[in-house]
């Protein structure tokens, strides 16, 4: 199977790095329905719709997810639209309703990233009770249960620690059940991932770090005669030379905003010593990985259009299925990635393919 592509939607003011550095990225609706087109065309299967709440971290403007998803549903044709959404913000039955209209607007591209949160001014500005670690991830297993629940059955009956749904109808039904995404690091996350999850992101890391995760959650998943396809996260610098390239990142973290990245770096590492583990998904992350929401410098899309194609394969052979990229300048970086690297990767694919069939 050919690996996916899918991109950051910059739904969220400040672009994807936590950087001075000027940026052709903006986050308008306008801005927003041309990347989309241009992702389209670029060949590009997904795009995810990030949700905020708060300002944080030069995030000043948000657009919510689900309803820009909706909005951009109109101006496309085949890109899949994945929204995310936050348990405990949202309630599910509601959450069931409004992605199954998305996928009737869209023509069955609806598809939903379940965040079970990590920045608790969301939820004590909203006036939610902040759980424990394993307990949000327990609340988003339930959030999961009845979305498909609720898609698939006539009538949902549910009772968890967290919700209940009293014989539920949901009409309309999804052009065809939606795909539900994930990310997390800890035990509860990829146990969680295991038992109700299609997909399972992972933050940006080595070829090592991520064939680690993919085989405890395969294995999880085996558990549960289940399988779960998996996403990696990457920020994409192609330039014409590797030396250029680099330089842009380092350009990228000389102009880092150090208050911003600090003020980050305290939010999630509190998150992550609330799990068990006392880890989280940016443990063992430096201030400059931190420049990148999603530790996206490590997973190495830095290079020549080549060297990145290369890297691609990598991560395909050892069970990547989607590459989840992020730009500095969507206007131009959406376009050149489409031309440039995506028909190196289904090149390399097909004489991947070809080796393989020959042994």
Do not use: C
């Given at each position: 199977m050919s690996v996916k592509f899918a991109y950051w939607v910059p739904n969220v003011s400040g672009g994807l790095?936590?950087?001075?550095?000027?940026?052709?990225?903006?986050?308008?609706?306008?801005?927003?329905?041309?990347?989309?087109?241009?992702?389209?065309?670029?060949?590009?299967?997904?795009?995810?719709?990030?949700?905020?709440?708060?300002?944080?971290?030069?995030?000043e403007n948000q657009l919510e997810a689900i309803t820009l998803a909706s909005a951009l549903a109109a101006v496309t044709q085949n890109i899949k639209l994945i929204a995310a959404v936050l348990p405990g913000l949202w309630h599910p039955g509601v959450v069931a309703k409004m992605i199954s209209t998305l996928d009737q607007i869209s023509h069955g591209r609806a598809a939903v990233n379940v965040v079970s949160g990590w920045f608790k001014g969301e939820f004590h500005g909203y006036g939610e009770p902040w759980l424990d670690h394993d307990e949000r991830y327990r609340r988003s297993e339930e959030f999961i249960r009845i979305l498909k629940q609720?898609?698939?059955?006539?009538?949902?009956?549910?009772?968890?620690?967290?919700?209940?749904?009293n014989g539920a109808p949901l009409k309309p039904k999804p052009v065809s059940p939606p795909p539900v995404f994930q990310g997390g690091n800890s035990a509860a996350a990829r146990q969680m991932a295991a038992r109700v999850s299609d997909w399972y992101f992972m933050n940006g890391n080595d070829i090592d770090g991520f064939k680690a995760q993919i085989e405890d959650?395969?294995?999880?998943?085996?558990?549960?005669?289940?399988?779960?396809?998996?996403?990696?996260?990457?920020?994409?610098?192609?330039?014409?030379?590797?030396?250029?390239?680099?330089?842009?990142?380092?350009?990228?973290?000389?102009?880092?905003?150090?208050?911003?990245?600090?003020?980050?770096?305290?939010?999630?590492?509190?998150?992550?010593?609330?799990?068990?583990e006392r880890q989280g998904m940016w443990a063992n992350s430096d201030f400059s990985n931190l420049v990148q929401y999603n530790d996206g410098f490590k997973t190495g899309l830095i290079g020549t259009a080549e060297q990145v194609a290369d890297r691609i394969i990598e991560l395909k052979k050892i069970g990547v299925d989607l590459i989840l990229t992020g730009f500095l300048h969507y206007e131009e970086d959406i376009l050149a990635f489409g031309k440039n690297v995506i028909p190196l990767v289904r090149e390399k694919e097909e004489a991947l393919g070809k080796t393989v069939s020959a042994r």
């Amino acid at each position: 199977m050919s690996v996916k592509f899918a991109y950051w939607v910059p739904n969220v003011s400040g672009g994807l790095v936590i950087s001075k550095i000027p940026q052709r990225t903006e986050w308008s609706f306008e801005a927003n329905a041309r990347y989309a087109r241009y992702a389209e065309e670029a060949g590009f299967e997904f795009a995810l719709l990030q949700t905020r709440f708060i300002a944080s971290y030069g995030a000043e403007n948000q657009l919510e997810a689900i309803t820009l998803a909706s909005a951009l549903a109109a101006v496309t044709q085949n890109i899949k639209l994945i929204a995310a959404v936050l348990p405990g913000l949202w309630h599910p039955g509601v959450v069931a309703k409004m992605i199954s209209t998305l996928d009737q607007i869209s023509h069955g591209r609806a598809a939903v990233n379940v965040v079970s949160g990590w920045f608790k001014g969301e939820f004590h500005g909203y006036g939610e009770p902040w759980l424990d670690h394993d307990e949000r991830y327990r609340r988003s297993e339930e959030f999961i249960r009845i979305l498909k629940q609720m898609w698939s059955e006539e009538e949902t009956v549910f009772r968890g620690d967290f919700y209940r749904i009293n014989g539920a109808p949901l009409k309309p039904k999804p052009v065809s059940p939606p795909p539900v995404f994930q990310g997390g690091n800890s035990a509860a996350a990829r146990q969680m991932a295991a038992r109700v999850s299609d997909w399972y992101f992972m933050n940006g890391n080595d070829i090592d770090g991520f064939k680690a995760q993919i085989e405890d959650v395969k294995r999880l998943a085996a558990a549960h005669n289940r399988t779960v396809k998996f996403g990696a996260n990457a920020f994409v610098i192609v330039r014409d030379t590797e030396e250029e390239a680099r330089a842009v990142l380092q350009d990228i973290i000389h102009h880092a905003d150090p208050e911003a990245v600090e003020g980050f770096r305290s939010q999630v590492r509190f998150a992550g010593q609330a799990s068990p583990e006392r880890q989280g998904m940016w443990a063992n992350s430096d201030f400059s990985n931190l420049v990148q929401y999603n530790d996206g410098f490590k997973t190495g899309l830095i290079g020549t259009a080549e060297q990145v194609a290369d890297r691609i394969i990598e991560l395909k052979k050892i069970g990547v299925d989607l590459i989840l990229t992020g730009f500095l300048h969507y206007e131009e970086d959406i376009l050149a990635f489409g031309k440039n690297v995506i028909p190196l990767v289904r090149e390399k694919e097909e004489a991947l393919g070809k080796t393989v069939s020959a042994r």
